[in-house]
């Protein structure tokens, strides 16, 4: 089965400095990755997607992620935090019938 | 306009009500999904329909059914409705070759 953890529920940064949000996954089969964003009272925004082209997608907003099969991650990371990055954060995995969400990563940006 | 469009965006309604959520797309996608969003729980699947005669359950389809009226609308109906439905409900849709899932603006739904 296909699954993925989100290793914090929140995280807090300084705007300006580094954004990290951490994601495990397990899966089968080489999978296809993605990250969602979800800003309040909205749907949710595909940030990126990976699909095995390249280990490091870019994806809107200056945000990146790294695929390591090695370690089964796939941490999305920014420089530079914005304050209209404030949102709730998912790392998505490909199933087999559809895509599995975690938990959510909410990120707060502070002055 | 939007490709993923819901209705209603809000409802509140009374336990043993009947309500439909509505879900309408332009992208052209076979795949059409229903989910469920609660506090910490990320988003659970409910039903998904390949096309409009393949109809399945998700991980959650219990209280809930739905139905296919065309490539381009997927309606999700409470038959009853619960407290414990209470949640924000998210439509979505996908190209049968790419797995990218574009989702409405979601509906909120409150059961008194």
């Known amino acids: 089965a296909q699954s993925v953890t989100q290793l914090d529920s929140h995280v807090s940064v300084s705007e300006g400095t580094p954004v990290l949000l951490r994601c495990n996954y397990s899966s089968s089969y080489s999978p296809s990755l993605f990250w969602y964003v979800q800003h309040p009272n909205k749907g949710l925004q595909l940030l990126l997607k990976y699909t095995s082209a390249a280990t490091l997608v870019k994806g809107i907003n200056g945000f990146e992620a790294e695929f390591k099969k090695s370690e089964t991650s796939f941490h999305l990371t920014k420089p530079s935090a914005h304050m209209s990055d404030a949102a709730e954060y998912f790392c998505?995995?490909?199933?087999?019938?559809?895509?599995?969400f975690g938990k959510g990563t909410s990120l707060l940006v502070t002055p | 306009d939007a490709d993923v469009t819901q209705t209603p965006r809000n409802r509140i309604t009374k336990t043993g009500k009947r309500i439909m959520l509505e879900c309408s797309q332009t992208k052209g996608h076979d795949r059409m999904y229903w989910y469920r969003q609660d506090p910490g729980l990320g988003l659970q699947l409910i039903y998904y329909s390949f096309d409009v005669k393949d109809i399945n359950k998700g991980e959650i389809s219990d209280g809930y059914s739905v139905s296919r009226q065309a490539q381009a609308k997927f309606s999700l109906s409470l038959e009853s409705a619960i407290p414990n439905q209470t949640a924000l409900y998210f439509c979505?849709?996908?190209?049968?070759?790419?797995?990218?899932?574009?989702f409405g603006p979601g509906t909120r739904l409150l059961v008194l």
């Open positions: 998505v995995v490909s199933g087999i019938y559809a895509l599995n």
């Open positions: 979505a849709t996908s190209d049968g070759g790419s797995e990218t899932q574009y």
